[in-house]
């Protein structure tokens, strides 16, 4: 640790990190700063965070006062509720909340910790897990940390919508706290300026927390749009004020990103707002390249496709993508906007599937899949307008879309009762990436929090007709080409496989490559779906 002075008191000098001998150097580059005002104008940079504090046990427990302070008392239970609404799909989202002095989070993992009741269960016993994502259920991040001065969610693709996190915490310590704004961030909590105003009196018996529109929250999003970075990338953090204000050097001053480091998108909202709405949302999809012409294939919002075409009067290789997101409507086809306009641009033209999905009315079992089924019959009819070379057509899907690209393409050995059995637009080849594929295996295990469950709307054992047609028919007709990734936590490669059908698909494994590099334009992941195109298609 430098303290800032002595860099103030070098001046304009160069920093150099070195190693001797062999290996690799690991570093982290960060500062700690915090501002001589704290009344700071919020700014709009694409988040907007709240949090809410509801007592556990007795509702007596916590107060607010009209100045927006809120009263803990002290040994109470509290659930911790964070809402944050994004305004477009963002990448590789840390949303983090410092707690205030006094408060501990309750880890349920632990096997010390007290049992503590799901989101939405409390004295009146109306439990909302299923609606509020959580670590108890199905959750919008992909992992989680609870740590003592702080706690984490962590998502690398988020959908434009309203997300809420929830933890619970323990007023341990009668304390008085000017605490943070929630919202997303990527560094460590900065010291406390002298200048800044002395936190409210305690409560008698308990925690006074003071909410403050500061800039002292050390927050911020890593937003690479389309260019998918790990989150252990360098990063000079610049310190990103997300729930209540900009970024800003101890003057105040806004600071400007350091050339080659993935910038802070910042979150605001409103001071003065002390209550939030929870209802999970998203986002109408969004139109990615230019010249992408949008087509509805049925009457609701979600069923459409946009097609891209390449320059040109010919007749066009037609590449059908499905995007992903455990069938849920927290993601939508901007997924894959990145691979089409790769595409277009190596002369395909692409079909970029929506779809009802779980969460959307005539969602799941068995709207996703006949719209799925119904978005691809379009194509003939798209074809009466467009350069389309129907001939030389391949489905391409990740993750849950690689299930219904490869489900799609064995519709044809369906049986007349399943749903959409007679294709009317056929692939000459078939690609998932990540795909979900054992559907069975899936269910038991609980797979992406009872994603496969939640699509068919119940268990193999309930529904097992259901399990059956909606499990791809590998090597049924065109090719199938399974692209897994070694490093795949979401989708490990053994779900990519039916182990009823183990020669039914040519499975590709990516060394090191994860859910997310699979869809990575830059990626040797994509480069091998590009290679099959070219083979079969092109």
């Known amino acids: ?52 504090y509801e007592a556990v046990d007795d509702p007596d427990d916590v107060s607010q006062d009209t100045d927006g302070n809120w009263n803990i008392k002290a040994g109470a ?40 009741p799901p989101p939405g269960e409390l004295d009146d016993g109306d439990t909302a897990a299923s609606t509020r994502p959580s670590i108890w259920g199905w959750s919008w991040f992909e992992h989680q940390n609870l740590r ?64 403050i529109p500061c800039d002292t929250c050390p927050a911020g999003v890593w937003d690479d749009g389309a260019v998918r970075r790990p ?50 949302t998203t986002s109408p999809p969004i139109v990615g390249s230019a010249g992408t012409v949008r087509i509805p294939y049925g009457d609701a919002p979600e069923q459409f496709a946009d097609l891209s075409l390449p320059d040109g009067d010919a007749a066009a290789p037609v590449v059908v993508l499905i995007h992903g997101g455990f069938w849920r409507n927290q993601y939508d086809l901007t997924l894959m906007e990145p691979l089409a306009d790769d595409l277009v641009d190596r002369g395909y033209a692409v079909w970029n599937l929506e779809y009802r999905r779980i969460g959307d009315d005539g969602g799941a079992w068995p709207g996703t899949l006949d719209d799925v089924a119904a978005g691809i019959d379009a194509l003939a009819d798209a074809a009466r307008d467009h350069p389309l070379d129907l001939d030389r057509v391949a489905f391409v899907g990740h993750s849950a879309g690689g299930h219904l690209a490869l489900w799609a393409a064995g519709r044809a050995a369906l049986p007349d009762d399943a749903p959409a059995s007679a294709p009317d637009v056929t692939p000459v080849v078939a690609i998932g990436q990540g795909a979900v594929v054992d559907l069975v295996g899936g269910a038991e295990d609980g797979l992406g929090g ?55 698909v040519e499975t590709i494994e990516i060394e090191g490559a994860d859910h997310f590099d699979l869809i990575d334009p830059s990626s040797s992941a994509w480069r091998a779906v590009v290679d099959r195109l070219n083979t079969s298609i092109s």
């Open 148 to 211: 003592d001065d702080r706690a984490e969610a962590f998502a690398s693709i988020l959908s434009g919508g309203t997300y809420e996190y929830s933890y619970i915490a323990r007023a341990s310590t009668p304390e008085r706290s000017s605490s943070p704004r929630p919202a997303p961030r990527r560094s460590t909590p900065p010291r406390r300026s002298a200048a800044q105003p002395p936190p409210p009196s305690p409560s008698p018996d308990g925690l006074t927390v003071r909410r």
């Open 231 to 280: 989150f252990v990338t360098l990063v000079l953090a610049a310190l990103a004020l997300a729930a209540c204000g900009s970024t800003n050097d101890s003057t105040g001053t806004p600071a400007t990103p350091t050339t080659g480091v993935p910038t802070m998108a910042e979150a605001t909202t409103d001071p003065t707002t002390t209550t939030t709405t929870t209802t999970t």
């Open 1 to 52: 640790m430098i303290p800032t002075e002595e860099l103030i008191a070098a001046g304009d000098s160069t920093i150099v990190l070195e190693k001797e001998g062999e290996g690799r150097l690991y570093y982290r580059l960060g500062v700690r700063y915090a501002p001589a005002d704290l009344t700071l104008d919020a700014r709009d940079e694409g988040f907007v965070v709240d949090r809410v």
């Open 77 to 116: 239970t509290v659930r911790v509720t964070l809402t944050m609404v994004a305004d477009a799909r963002r990448t590789h989202v840390a949303l983090i909340d410092p707690l205030p002095a006094g408060l501990e989070p309750v880890n349920p993992a632990l096997t010390v910790s007290t049992t503590t």
């Open 450 to 504: 009872g994603a496969v469950v939640a699509l068919l709307g119940g268990t193999p054992t309930e529904y097992p007709d259901r399990y059956a047609w909606a499990t791809p028919a590998l090597g049924a007709g065109p090719e199938m080409v399974s692209i897994v990734g070694s490093a795949d936590t979401n989708v490990p490669p053994p779900y990519s496989l039916d182990p009823n059908q183990p020669d039914g």
